[in-house]
């Protein structure tokens, strides 16, 4: 024999689905406006040659309100990246290698999504920028992870950088975090390398250095 579900549980059954599918979607991203061309931000480097321009916007503490994650506090730097194609083929990003370096030359690659929500997940205390971290030989045990702010993961996944390639007359651009953590002003004397970027024909394109600042903050 069969047994039928009243109307008033498949009402409740409703309600509560709805209530679910309302809490995971519930992630609104941040107002960051469009990114245009990469020519019109202050910091960027152009290959006319190549007719490609690579341009770098850091997120530091004095822009970090406009996330609702608060990347700053746990010693990670987001650095918008903007790469506009003005050429007729393609730019290839596959084999692209990227690398931070400090003004006292320490060198750091962007964080996998995985690594920020790790590193957050795991950060004791708020980032203080008149202070420096003195990596230990040995690791001091830690109080358990906390668990991730809301939203965390659509944060992050919203943000970071993915694109493959540049369409022609196109622009691309995301996000990449690094791991400053020890960095008492990671914003000066800093910059990011680009290379291996490769052109229709396979060919790597010259390699792109910006600073994070001007010369006049340096």
């Keep these: 024999m069969s047994i039928g579900l009243r109307p008033g549980f498949w009402a409740s059954g409703l309600l509560l689905v709805c209530f679910v599918a309302a809490y995971a979607f519930d992630y609104k991203p941040p107002d960051i406006p469009a990114a245009g061309h990469a020519a019109k931000f202050s910091q960027h480097e152009t290959h006319k040659d190549e007719g490609v321009t690579i341009a770098i916007d850091p997120y530091g503490p004095e822009k970090d309100s406009v996330f ?38 320490a060198k750091g690659e962007p964080l996998t999504k995985e690594d920020v929500e790790r590193a957050i997940a795991n950060s004791a205390e708020p980032h203080d920028s008149a202070t420096s971290r003195i990596p230990l030989p040995v690791p001091i045990p830690r109080s358990k992870p906390r668990r991730l702010p809301k939203n965390t993961d659509e944060e992050v996944d919203y943000l970071i950088f993915k694109a ?55």
Excluded: C, M, W
Excluded at 73 to 97: C, F, G, K, M, Y
């Design 164 to 218: 493959k390639a540049v369409e022609p007359h196109n622009t691309q651009s995301g996000f990449l975090f690094f791991d400053v953590s020890g960095v008492q002003q990671p914003l000066i004397g800093s910059h990011i390398l680009f290379t291996g970027l490769r052109n229709n024909q396979g060919q790597e394109l010259f390699y792109f250095d910006i600073p994070l600042q001007g010369t006049s903050a340096q």
């Design 68 to 105: 609702h994650v608060k990347f700053y506090e746990h010693r990670i730097l987001p650095v918008r990246v903007v790469i506009s194609n003005d050429t007729d083929q393609p730019i290839s990003l596959a084999d692209a290698q990227i690398q931070f370096t400090t003004a006292r030359k």
